[in-house]
């Protein structure tokens, strides 16, 4: 068979275009005269998934061969973006496919256009696992991605009369050339139905969960190449379909719409990804999406196990991580004990210990309502067998707590699994924790919170039972492969070019070697023209979305992400306001002098999230008022971008001057575009929050413009305020005063109410610090924002000086890729080694 398959060489242009050519005609059947861009993007897909194909299946060989200790990512959430372009850079293959489609008359950048953008994921957490997959395969770890193919992603936002109108992203619908659907691995997942006590074949007890209904997983494969290593992974997406037995069934008893209905059923499982990060939003369909992926996925890589030959459960552990990404896969504690105890077979004891050492937890979200909690009621419903083991569970874990701390001691109803009330809960969070061999927070500040504010029980126990390190910190990245090199050519061809090769790109730390030519005036000089051509594709951009023209030499300010009231979009707007105040007061001349702004937000809102989606109102409404504002306009504008998403910040991401990482301090647990700001020369206007605060460390004080309150003096503000003691700053004042006076409210009454509510809830000195009130110290921050921002315009003005920062800062960030990251997972996490694929195999 071997001899018969067409040989190609896969870098060779001319190879490329005949394999395009074959897939246009014979994949696509289009005639090699009458072709859309869409149906090229398509066949030039193919083309790639062909090689992919085949490293994929060699890289899974070798794994198998090697027999290496495996990790899986168990993630709800996928953020990949667009395949295409970063596929071609990762297989080593951008000349060879320029020269070909430069041959047949087409430019690759159009084609890449054409591919949608899969947005299987929210925000942060989603693209740091799309993030992990990428250096995972670049340090070529035999790790896996899991998780659920859905229909239907992330909405497309659409901004009607400046308000965001959810719109159905069926991504899936013309079919992606990238995945490979494989019907034959399929597995069925259980839901509902109840537990009965019985014997097995061998005449031994035995626990059955039998009945209820079953829906097949059906494997959907996502190849990641590596970048410079011939190691490709997998990211194994999991489709609902409806289960066969259970079909025939129905049909036999001609009960047609009944198993029309059942087969719906069973897809919708897979369909939608919530749209919601955050606030936990208690949906059944959620939770079942969370064990559906989950069993599959646990089933997948047991089986895989098992096929090992003489294999023995004790080196379960040896063979296999799991990473479970945030509480949305936490159902694996009470799976994997199930599969082990009841399907496999092994005894009690030995499973708690495989499961307790194979497991880790990471956290993201210093928001305790993103903590979810499941009424006990719907699992028992839903996985019945599942209760039974978390109150076994359970039950040893609170015994053992008792022999430690007493009967009663308050650590003990801190620490249950459970949670009493009306509605007795299961809380995830401890589920995992206690399943967990590691539990990891996301930046250095975020995991000291887990230790001190979010689990400060379980971190005493693990200091009482001599194991402090069960909690560590794994520091966030991002992958310089897609952030730097596909987003933004210029920088990339700028490091190799001073640095000699393209090897920055595996090893970040190389970049330091920038650092003496960041005075040198030819790089300044090339430097200005690299964001000088960032700003005009971002021109371009906004000009589409937006219908704005900007001015491509004034400073770009930027501030993307989940629209959320403590990243404090609206601290960022009420500032543009007052900046635009502070030009009217200006005469003719003295605004000349002025620093030019474009200011552009963009971000999803949760679609349930009232004031997220007012402060979008709020934004749009502004940008009406200013940019069309004859005096000011060519000194500041202001825009909100549409459909943020990840292909939109690789256009917008390259461009900015400055970009806005705001929240409160002690409630961003990371955040990841920070980094891929720094990265790309941009500074940053940020609070002492998340990961800004390590970014500072390694660029250096001066590349950051940071403002506000830190973390300790977020209880005392809020303690003093309420007590009556929370001044309002007279330009904040003058600010709320035009709100409130409707000059941004266009003469929409429910605009005007809107937004004047939102000033009313800052208002409430009473209530600062607390849910109804200024809760994320808006007004308290606000004269310190302000300081920042002039700062950000006097050292704007020196050009010199600010070009020496951003290479500065952009050529210090090699402990922010993921590369990074992923190795400390790697070694301190999941005992997982590299396996590099040789090339001839
Ligand atoms: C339970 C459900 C409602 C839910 C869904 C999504 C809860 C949380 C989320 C998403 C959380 C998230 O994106 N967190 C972000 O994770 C990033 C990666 O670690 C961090 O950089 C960022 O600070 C954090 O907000």
Redesign the pocket.
């Known amino acids: 068979l071997w001899k018969l398959m067409d040989t190609y060489e896969p870098n060779d242009p001319e190879s490329i275009q005949k394999s395009f050519a074959r897939h246009l005609e014979y994949s696509l059947a289009c005639t090699r005269f009458n072709f859309t861009m869409e149906d090229a993007y398509r066949a030039a897909g193919l083309v790639l998934r062909d090689r992919l194909l085949e490293s994929l299946n060699d890289t899974n060989d070798y794994y198998r061969k090697m027999d290496v200790k495996r990790g899986y990512y168990l993630s709800?959430?996928y953020l990949i973006g667009r395949h295409m372009q970063n596929a071609i850079a990762n297989l080593d293959l951008e000349q060879p496919f320029k020269e070909a489609f430069i041959g047949l008359g087409m430019e690759l950048e159009e084609l890449f256009h054409e591919e949608a953008d899969p947005a299987l994921?929210?925000?942060?957490?989603?693209?740091?696992a799309a993030c992990f997959l990428d250096s995972m395969a670049t340090l070529s770890l035999p790790c896996w991605g899991y998780g659920i193919r859905y229909s239907y992603g992330m909405f497309k936002q659409e901004i009607q009369n400046g308000r965001q109108v959810e719109c159905p992203d069926f991504w899936i619908g013309d079919g992606c050339p990238f995945e490979i659907p494989r019907p034959d691995i399929t597995y069925p997942v259980r839901l509902y139905g109840e537990v009965t006590h019985g014997e097995d074949e061998k005449g031994n007890w035995c626990v059955n969960w039998v009945g209820g209904e079953i829906v097949q997983a059906m494997a959907y494969d996502n190849p990641i190449p590596g970048f410079d290593t011939y190691n490709t992974n997998n990211l194994r997406l999991w489709r609902a379909c409806p289960s066969k037995e259970f079909d025939l069934d129905m049909f036999s008893a001609a009960a047609y719409a009944d198993s029309v209905e059942s087969r719906r059923k069973a897809e919708d499982l897979s369909a939608v990804l919530?749209p919601?990060?955050?606030?936990?939003?208690g949906k059944e369909l959620?939770l079942r999406q969370q064990y559906f992926f989950v069993s599959a996925s646990l089933q997948d890589l047991l089986r895989d196990f098992i096929k090992r030959p003489n294999y023995k459960w004790s080196e379960l552990p040896e063979k296999v991580a799991v990473q479970m990404n945030?509480?949305?896969p936490t159902i694996a504690v009470a799976e994997m004990m199930r599969l082990l105890v009841d399907v496999m077979h092994v005894h009690w004891e030995e499973a708690w210990d495989l499961t307790t050492k194979c497991l880790n937890y990471?956290n993201?979200?210093?928001?305790p309502e993103?903590l979810?909690k499941w009424p006990v009621e719907m699992i028992e419903r839903m996985l019945p067998r599942h209760l039974q083991i978390i109150g076994e569970l359970n039950l040893r874990w609170i015994k053992d707590l008792q022999k430690k701390y007493g009967d009663h001691s308050p650590v003990i109803s801190a620490l249950s699994i459970f949670e009493e009330g009306d509605i007795k809960k299961i809380r995830m969070g401890n589920l995992a924790i206690m399943g967990a061999n590691k539990v990891n927070g996301?930046?250095a500040i975020?995991t000291e919170i887990i230790k001190k504010e979010t689990f400060p029980e379980f971190y005493k126990y693990c200091c009482d039972i001599g194991k402090p390190d069960k909690i560590v910190n794994m520091t966030?990245g991002v992958t310089p492969r897609r952030w730097v090199h596909c987003a933004n050519p210029a920088l990339s061809a700028i490091f190799t070019k001073y640095l000699g090769s393209h090897e920055w790109l595996t090893d970040m730390t190389k970049l330091k070697g920038m650092l003496k030519f960041k005075e040198d005036s030819k790089l300044h000089s090339e430097w200005m023209e690299m964001k000088r051509e960032c700003k005009a594709k971002l021109a371009a951009f906004v000009k589409e979305k937006c219908d704005l023209d900007i001015d491509q030499d004034a400073l770009i300010d930027i501030q993307i992400k989940?629209i959320h009231e403590y990243k404090r979009q609206l601290m960022n707007i009420l500032y543009v306001i007052h900046r635009y105040q502070e030009l009217k007061k200006k005469s003719p001349g003295e605004r000349e002098k002025t620093q030019k702004r474009v200011v552009l937000i963009g971000g999803k809102a949760a679609s349930a999230y009232v004031n997220a989606k007012i402060i979008i109102k709020l934004i749009s409404n502004v940008g009406k008022v200013i940019n069309k504002d004859p005096d000011t306009s060519k000194y500041l504008k202001v825009a909100f971008v549409p459909n943020y998403c990840v292909s939109a910040a690789q256009v917008m991401i390259p461009a900015s001057d400055i970009s806005e990482h705001i929240s409160t301090a002690g409630t961003?647990?990371?955040?990841?575009s920070n980094m891929k700001f720094v990265m790309n020369g941009g500074l940053i206007v940020g609070t002492m929050d998340?990961?800004n605060i390590e970014i500072r460390e390694e660029c250096g004080e001066d590349t950051m413009f940071i403002f506000g309150c830190l973390e300790h003096q977020v209880a005392d503000i809020a303690a003093k305020a309420k007590s009556g003691h929370y001044p309002i700053d007279s330009r904040l004042q003058a600010v709320f005063q035009a709100i409130r006076n409707g000059d941004f409210s266009h003469g929409e009454p429910e605009a005007q109410a809107e937004f004047c509510s939102l000033v009313d809830r800052l208002c409430n000195i009473q209530a600062a610090g607390t849910w109804d009130g200024d809760k994320y110290l808006v007004i308290s921050d606000f004269p310190s924002f302000i300081d920042a921002q002039a700062r950000v315009d006097a050292t704007y003005a020196d050009k010199a000086k600010w070009c020496k920062l951003s290479i500065q800062a952009a050529s210090s960030m090699a402990k922010f890729s993921t590369d990074r990251t992923i190795k400390e997972y790697a070694e301190v996490i999941w005992g997982v080694k590299p396996a590099v694929r040789p090339l001839e195999d």
């Open positions: 709800a959430e994921g929210n925000g942060g957490l989603g693209r740091l919530y919601n990060d955050a606030t936990y939003e959620r945030d509480t949305h990471t993201h979200t210093v928001m993103a979810e996301v930046a975020h966030n989940r961003e647990a990371s955040g990841t998340g990961a």
